[in-house]
């Protein structure tokens, strides 16, 4: 930029992005300073290098912008985690499954885990039939990433929210 530019000859681009053509690098710099803009070395490895007139800070300035702008409408999707036992009832069960509508609505997927405790590990079908009952319901709302799977004395499932 301005006087760090060491190259005795560049091509140069005006303000308005017009083609001035190759100049030496002290001609260059006196047109910016006429104009009171800045001489802001474009392509340095070309031969020579390309050159423009330009309000360097006021560049720097609406590229953070963008920048600051494409972040703010970027979002990271959260995995939540909603638990059940077997023998969980048709209330709480429910109240659970509107709650996990919420989350896939807002964009997070849902880890749903079925805990066994003690002898429910002999009575295995009233989870999976639980499950199954789970993934009916939220079918409308959310794809199944990660089909239900025993893991210890626990069943596991990834539901993720539906595609637009």
């Known amino acids: ?11 140069l681009i005006g303000a308005e992005g017009e083609q001035i053509g190759i100049v030496s690098n002290r001609e260059a710099l006196q047109k910016a300073m006429d104009i009171g803009l800045d001489l ?3 392509a340095p490895n070309a031969n020579p290098p390309v ?7 006021k560049y720097l300035f609406e590229v953070n912008k963008q920048k600051h702008a494409a972040k703010k409408k970027q979002r990271k999707s959260t995995v939540k985690e909603m638990s059940f036992r077997p023998n ?7 109240v659970k499954l509107k709650k996990i509508i919420v989350f896939l609505e807002e964009g997070d997927k849902v880890k ?12 295995q079908e009233l989870g999976l039939r639980l499950i199954e009952k789970l993934k009916g319901d939220l079918e409308p ?8 799977k025993l893991e210890g004395r ?3 499932m990834l539901v993720g929210p539906k595609r637009k």
């Open 154 to 156: 626990q069943v596991m």
């Open 141 to 148: 709302h959310g794809t199944i990433e990660q089909a239900p």
């Open 1 to 11: 930029m301005n006087g760090e530019i060491r190259t005795p000859e560049v091509r």
């Open 88 to 94: 969980t009832d048709v209330g709480d069960y429910e």
């Open 40 to 42: 802001v070395e474009i």
């Open 51 to 57: 050159c423009r007139i330009m309000d360097y800070k």
């Open 112 to 123: 749903i885990s079925l805990r066994y405790r003690g002898r429910e590990m002999t009575h």
